[in-house]
DNA sequence: GGTGTTTTTGCAAGTTTGTTTCGCGGAGCT
DNA sequence: AGCTCCGCGAAACAAACTTGCAAAAACACC
């Protein structure tokens, strides 16, 4: 599924992907008017590039205030031991918890980047006493609050 | 469009979400069979929370390396004036540029936390001459390149 | 520059999926 | 009880997706 040699994408494939990005919902006989392709022509390109593993998933997007999970946080993550073992267990526990919504592995003043959605304060309390301080691998975190979340995505410019 | 007052959700509500944030593309049937209704009664159930504002959008999740889109940076950003007008205006230009995927406005030891992907470093930079040295108010920013992008998504546990 | 091959398109039919209508039944209220 | 209000399911309906096929580009190779 992984893109292991990248696919070609021309001029119509972007526009396509454009459109999808910001509302998959949109009827192909839509997308074809838009983009000047009838509708097979365009199923068939969305077929396409979802078997090449350019479309990742098709996703509705949940407002997390709407369902309780009110607070956001960074957090950034600086670990003690660098071996190859320890990364790819911290990576492990990390995917694991289902309140960590995206993990990142960076160069820079910390080995982790993490956001993490929350009900309250004291849910990611708790989060921080299981993850880090239960973790004698993590040298320290730094905290991050989102008051306000200005851009929410993970749309990619084509 | 906004939850001014927060929508009760029940255990069916909360079931369909689960399975929309996964794949928006199940047939409503096969919905209606995990969560036992009919499948009227689903897409009865998705059409008012999508009016409601708790389904916020339906998009297509696009594999960045895909498009050239290689690189996935995380920027803190530390401005100098906490004016209200100023920050209104760091949010303005932050949401404004494309390559921005993410912006939130946060406390802790910076005030802005971006998630940015470029297709290559010298974009980055030039990126930065734009948005950070251009800017006289940017005190000072914090850059963590990813290299491995453990867990991306923007679903949250119901 | 022509020719055969491959690829991709558009159209039309067939199938699946989404949507509306309508009647039914339960929860709450007087 | 009698009433209304919601939300449900079954069926009819409308819309969208999918597939088969023939024609038109695009391409490689003489």
């Given at each position: 599924m992984s893109p292991l040699f990248m696919p070609q994408l021309d001029a119509f494939d972007r526009k396509i992907l454009d459109i999808l990005q910001r509302d998959n919902t949109t009827p192909q006989r839509t997308i074809g008017e838009a983009v000047n392709l009838s509708a097979p022509a365009v199923q068939r390109r969305?077929?396409?590039m979802?078997?090449?593993g350019v479309i990742r998933a098709n996703v509705a997007i949940v407002d997390p205030a709407a369902v309780g999970q009110a607070i956001t946080i960074f957090v950034e993550v600086e670990v003690i031991s660098e071996t190859a073992e320890q990364i790819e267990q911290a990576k492990r526990e990390f995917a694991a918890a289902p309140q960590i919504q995206q993990c990142y592995y960076v160069t820079g003043e910390a080995d982790f980047v993490l956001v993490i959605v929350v009900p309250s304060m004291a849910e990611y309390e708790a989060l921080t006493r299981r993850l880090f301080f239960g973790n004698n691998n993590v040298k320290r975190?730094?905290?991050f609050v989102a008051m306000?979340?200005?851009k929410?995505?993970?749309?990619v410019p084509t």
């Open positions: 969305i077929k396409r979802t078997e090449e975190f730094r905290t306000d979340r200005i929410v995505g993970l749309g």
